[in-house]
């Protein structure tokens, strides 16, 4: 079945598509960010590292900063917190740096715990081997 303007599958103006943050205004995304695309290149922001608020939210502060702030009342992925807020990954990025600045959320990279016991990995390349 055509949808409106003949077109197959097409969805109508001003209604929501399943692509988070794709489908958003640019306008909105630009207004966010103050203008803003991509975070500063020493950003400590990666998709796993851990944001922890700091604070509580303040009357005043930007919407999508408060929501941040509750997110992170415990620790929570980068990606996770684009995920809720329904933005691209960038643009979430550029509103935890403004917030790290402001000293409201820190940033914890998860811990990983180096393999340097070498039976283990001859344990793991004999196993690999055997696929």
Same mark, same amino acid.
């Given at each position: 079945?055509?949808?409106?303007?003949?077109?197959?599958?097409?969805?109508?103006?001003?209604?929501?598509?399943?692509?988070?943050? #794709?489908?958003?205004?640019?306008? &909105?995304?630009?207004?966010?960010?103050?203008?803003?695309?991509?975070?500063?290149?020493?950003?400590?922001?990666?998709?796993?590292?851990?944001?922890?608020?700091?604070?509580?939210? *303040?009357?005043?502060?930007?919407?999508?900063?408060?929501?941040?702030? #509750?997110?992170?009342?415990?620790?929570?992925? *980068?990606?996770?917190?684009?995920?809720?807020?329904?933005?691209?990954?960038?643009?979430?990025?550029?509103?935890?740096?403004?917030?790290?600045?402001?000293?409201?959320?820190?940033?914890?990279?998860? &811990?990983?715990?180096?393999?340097?016991?070498?039976?283990?990995?001859?344990? *793991?390349?004999?196993?690999?081997?055997?696929?």
């Amino acid at each position: 079945m055509n949808g409106p303007g003949g077109q197959t599958g097409a969805r109508p103006a001003g209604q929501p598509g399943n692509r988070p943050g #794709r489908d958003d205004s640019p306008d &909105r995304l630009y207004t966010l960010t103050g203008g803003r695309s991509r975070a500063a290149p020493d950003n400590p922001f990666d998709l796993v590292t851990l944001v922890v608020a700091e604070c509580d939210p *303040v009357p005043g502060m930007q919407s999508e900063h408060a929501a941040i702030l #509750r997110l992170t009342e415990r620790p929570t992925a *980068v990606v996770e917190v684009a995920a809720v807020l329904r933005l691209p990954v960038g643009i979430t990025r550029v509103l935890l740096a403004d917030l790290l600045a402001a000293g409201r959320v820190s940033a914890r990279h998860p &811990r990983r715990t180096a393999i340097t016991d070498p039976d283990i990995l001859e344990q *793991v390349l004999v196993g690999l081997r055997n696929l």
